[in-house]
């Protein structure tokens, strides 16, 4: 007994190998390098500079605010759609279903892009406004933080509806039944049945979101021009000017601070 | 009979947010086809007159690109699968100390962001060929979903299979050829298609790993948004989209349970 | 055993098209940008005469020369294409190998450094590219003075000096306009902060279809882009010369050290100098560096010649030698903390 289940685990062991082997060689080295260097010698003043007060901390701030900003917005408009979507039937849902996924295979350029389309300086909804109304509401919005968060939400809507389909389909429906015959309404059921049993769920449908936020860089390389994001930085300190210590050490507080919300978030879950 | 008002309302709610999301592409390809009246002046003066003429204009340029982006999605989809798959069957079946561990580590590239991976790759292994560093940055971020499909699929077969083939007298090999192997297929098939979707329109690590020769489509489109009118940029993006309208459409079909635990964080 | 097969078929035919495209022969320019001086049409004409493909580079003059100095040991570039005094920089720096390319002697000795290190294929001057229809009724800017008025609130836009050359330009000359030189940098960064007020971005890419498409109204950058699309693009552009005065601007390229392609780096660059190659630049609006002058069928679509008197030369080698303090002084005090 004891000896087939070390042949079991050594096979085991086998066959996860190269995922281990990849994943050392290809993430957890390259990271520990980046760290490595920006915290010793030259690099530590530029963590030290980055940390300080000025363009590189506002960029930090702002990507933290922004990402929180989004992920808990598109979560909360999720709710809905993904219950429904999850729990009841009718004609055309798939359809629905498709239409909400597809933006999930965009990159940020292109939803930055669409979003110039729509609420650029002559985007469509100015230019029909201006048509109905004579005022070309919403012109240039896109550029603005706010355009910029209505991008953000694009991006992680889709994102967050499915993700917490999944998580509902998965809710027995007895307990759905049991509620439903004690009187609860739909609503009822949702707020002291559904949220509850979702929480879980919800944190880590936020964790994703906040993640895929963070790292977002398509988004505001398009859309952004005063607001600056911590990857828009990094990109510019590495390719502008060459800084590759400062371009190093934003690098790793980004990423440090989102796998740090990301493991705090993701904490308690089984 | 509010039951049926909330349930309503939340349908519609839906078809909103499904029509808002729909929106702004269906604008956008109707752009390739526009008038350069509407949205504005072409830029790319005499060549580009006609419709077929901008997708030539665009496959004439940027056919490298395309072309780099169909290389690297054919090196990272078996690459993924072939990674991912054997370990993500050995964390259910054959579990080994640590095993919980390293599953759970699998997940973690997701929440590093794509720009700090780049930066780090070209920092490690600069005079690796970009071509290799792109393969990894694409394989970091389609491993876990490779991991969490297969996974969630080996829980859902009768775990009595493949011992019952073992004592019929197949080997390890044969077993994973006819028995395993049949299981997962349509999770291993739904997997290359979310893999293909994900590694498709990559752009964060791509972006900062492109040179001129090594760029990836999502990198081009950014160079076509900023630098070429608006008909050429709408026209790029619906060849960047034709392949994964499909891949979408085919994972919706294959999906249900399979496509949602795939997506599950 | 299906799968296996589609696997490999698709990895097979992958590589097919890998080594088709392998056979085609390419030089790589860093700072290739299709709207600008009209490299798409140039670099069109070469691949149908040459059959080498040149392919478009996003980058900015600054951002070319950083690439080139981070890959001085196993250069990725053949060759690059600068505003004036970024190019003179990078030779300075020693990332070009001299090479004097046929029809050398044409060109003015002031357009090239004599060991042949850089040399001049057009030039330009720095003027305001308007969008007439998308200033909402303001009046068309004629000076710098007039730059700053509240009118043009959020309307203007100028590259990000510290990416593409011609801003570069525009932000040193203007300190020389306003009585600064390259010691003193003063008067033009105290201009360029009351400008701020009126700026909505400084971009750090290609902004031509934003300005055509009425995206950004006033962009400071060079007269020959706004020809092209008031000219070849029907765009409602009016290109002005502001009163106090402006600059022209050399634009420049070179061979880079060690370039991975050097021969047909080598045929590239010569045959820039062509008349063909001159005329495609010239449909740009870019002056060719070899006649000196447009092609009378476009002559008379630029301003006269006496608006271009306000249009001073700028030391290239002081241009070059500030180019660090002044970008970084910009950085700082314009650029500032990304609000």
Redesign the interface.
């Known amino acids: 007994m004891t000896r087939s289940l070390n042949r079991?685990?050594?096979?085991?062991?086998l066959?996860?190998l190269?995922?281990?082997v990849?994943?050392i060689?290809?993430?957890a080295?390259?990271?520990a390098?980046?760290a490595g260097?920006a915290l010793s010698g030259p690099g530590w003043g530029a963590v030290r500079q980055v940390l300080a007060?000025?363009?590189y901390r506002?960029?930090l701030v702002?990507s933290l605010g922004l990402s929180a900003a989004a992920a808990f917005c598109s979560v909360l408009?999720a709710v809905?759609?993904a219950?429904?979507?999850a729990r009841?039937r009718?004609p055309?849902r798939?359809a629905?279903?498709?239409?909400?996924?597809?933006?999930?295979?965009?990159?940020?350029?292109?939803v930055?892009?669409?979003?110039?389309?729509?609420m650029?300086?002559?985007g469509?909804i100015p230019e029909i406004l201006g048509v109905l109304t004579g005022r070309r509401i919403f012109e240039?919005a896109a550029?603005t933080v706010a355009g910029l968060f209505v991008a953000y939400l694009?991006f992680e809507?889709?994102?967050a509806?499915?993700?917490l389909?999944?998580?509902f389909?998965r809710f027995p429906r007895e307990l759905d039944l049991a509620a439903r015959t004690l009187g609860a309404?739909?609503?009822q059921r949702l707020l002291r049945v559904g949220l509850p049993l979702a929480a879980p769920?919800l944190r880590?449908?936020l964790?994703?979101t906040f993640?895929?936020s963070?790292?977002?860089?398509?988004v505001a390389?398009?859309l952004s021009?005063?607001?600056?994001v911590?990857?828009l930085?990094?990109?510019?300190e590495?390719?502008?000017?060459?800084n590759?210590e400062v371009?190093?050490a934003l690098?790793?507080m980004?990423?440090f601070s989102?796998?740090a919300v990301?493991?705090l978030l993701?904490m308690g879950k089984r | 009979m509010s039951t049926a008002i909330v349930r309503r309302a939340g349908i519609a709610a839906t078809a909103v947010l499904a029509l808002a999301l729909l929106t702004p592409i269906v604008v956008t390809a109707a752009g390739a086809f526009s008038r350069a009246e509407w949205y504005g002046r072409r830029s790319e003066g005499a060549e580009v007159q006609s419709v077929p003429d901008l997708f030539r204009y665009v496959a004439g340029i940027w056919g490298g690109a395309l072309l780099r982006s169909v290389e690297i999605v054919a090196a990272v989809v078996p690459l993924a699968l072939a990674i991912g798959a054997p370990a993500a069957w050995a964390f259910r079946r054959r579990p080994f100390p640590g095993s919980r561990l390293l599953e759970s580590i699998a997940l973690v590239p997701l929440a590093v962001p794509g720009v700090a991976l780049a930066f780090s790759l070209i920092q490690v292994a600069g005079h690796t060929p970009r071509f290799a560093l792109l393969v990894a940055g694409h394989l970091a971020y389609t491993l876990p979903m490779v991991v969490k499909t297969v996974t969630n699929a080996v829980e859902t077969f009768d775990p009595r299979l493949e011992p019952a083939a073992r004592s019929l007298g197949a080997t390890g090999w044969e077993t994973a050829k006819r028995v395993t192997v049949p299981l997962l297929t349509p999770a291993l098939v739904l997997s290359a298609l979310l893999v293909f979707a994900v590694s498709w329109g990559e752009f964060n690590v791509s972006f900062l790993l492109a040179t001129p020769l090594v760029q990836t489509f999502p990198a081009a489109l950014y160079v076509t948004y900023t630098t070429n009118s608006f008909p050429v940029a709408a026209a790029a993006t619906l060849i960047f989209l034709a392949p994964v309208v499909p891949a979408l459409l085919a994972i919706q079909a294959l999906g249900g349970e399979a496509f949602h635990r795939g997506l599950q964080a | 055993m299906r799968k296996t097969i589609l696997v490999l078929s698709l990895l097979a035919l992958s590589s097919t098209l890998a080594a088709l495209a392998a056979d085609d022969k390419v030089v790589i320019q860093y700072d290739c940008i299709p709207n600008y001086a009209n490299w798409g049409g140039v670099a069109a004409l070469y691949k149908k005469v040459a059959g080498v493909t040149v392919p478009p580079d996003p980058k900015g003059s600054s951002v070319a020369l950083a690439a080139l100095e981070k890959e001085k040991d196993a250069p990725q570039a053949d060759t690059a294409y600068y505003s004036g005094a970024i190019g003179f920089l990078a030779a300075e720096k020693g990332l070009h190998e001299p090479y004097k390319p046929k029809g050398w002697e044409k060109i003015p000795a002031a357009l090239k450094d004599p060991a042949g290190r850089w040399w001049t294929v057009h030039t330009s001057a720095i003027a305001f590219v308007v969008n007439t229809k998308a200033l909402g009724g303001a009046p068309v800017p004629r000076s710098w003075a007039d730059l700053l008025k509240p009118v043009y609130k959020g309307k203007i836009a100028y590259d990000d000096p510290t990416w593409g050359g011609t801003s570069f330009t525009l932000v040193y000359g203007v300190n020389e306009l306003f009585g600064g030189n390259d010691k003193n940098f003063k008067p033009g960064l105290e201009y360029l902060k009351k400008l701020d007020a009126n700026v909505s971005s400084y971009p750090r890419e290609s902004v031509y279809n934003g300005v055509l498409r009425g995206e950004i109204p006033i962009w400071i950058n060079a007269d020959g882009n706004g020809y092209k699309m008031k000219w070849v693009d029907n765009g409602p552009v009016e290109v002005v010369l502001p009163a106090e005065g402006t600059f022209t601007m050399p634009l420049v390229m070179g061979l880079v050290k060690g370039a991975p392609h050097k021969e047909e780096a080598k045929k590239y660059l010569d045959w820039l100098l062509t008349a063909p190659a001159q005329a495609e630049f010239a449909r740009g609006y870019f002056l060719p560096v070899v006649a000196g002058s447009l092609p009378v069928e476009v002559a008379s679509h630029v301003l006269p010649a006496k608006e271009y008197k306000r249009a001073r030369a700028l030391d290239l080698a002081r241009m070059a030698a500030a180019s660090d303090v002044l970008k970084k002084a910009w950085t700082e005090q314009i650029r500032g903390t990304g609000r």
């Open positions: 079991s685990s050594a096979t085991g062991a066959l996860a190269p995922l281990l990849f994943l060689a290809a993430v080295w390259p990271l390098s980046l260097h007060a000025g363009r506002t960029a702002n408009l809905g759609p219950w429904i979507l009841e009718f055309g798939d629905l279903r498709t239409a909400i996924s597809l933006p999930l295979t965009f990159s940020g350029v292109l930055g892009f669409l979003m110039v389309v729509l650029g300086r002559i469509v240039g550029y694009y809507l889709p994102r509806v499915m993700t389909e999944s998580a389909r309404g739909p609503l769920a880590s449908t964790a994703v993640s895929a963070m790292g977002s860089f398509g390389l398009i021009r005063r607001f600056t911590a990857p930085e990094v990109y510019t590495m390719t502008g000017y060459l590759d371009a190093g690098a790793l980004l990423a989102t796998m990301d493991r993701s």
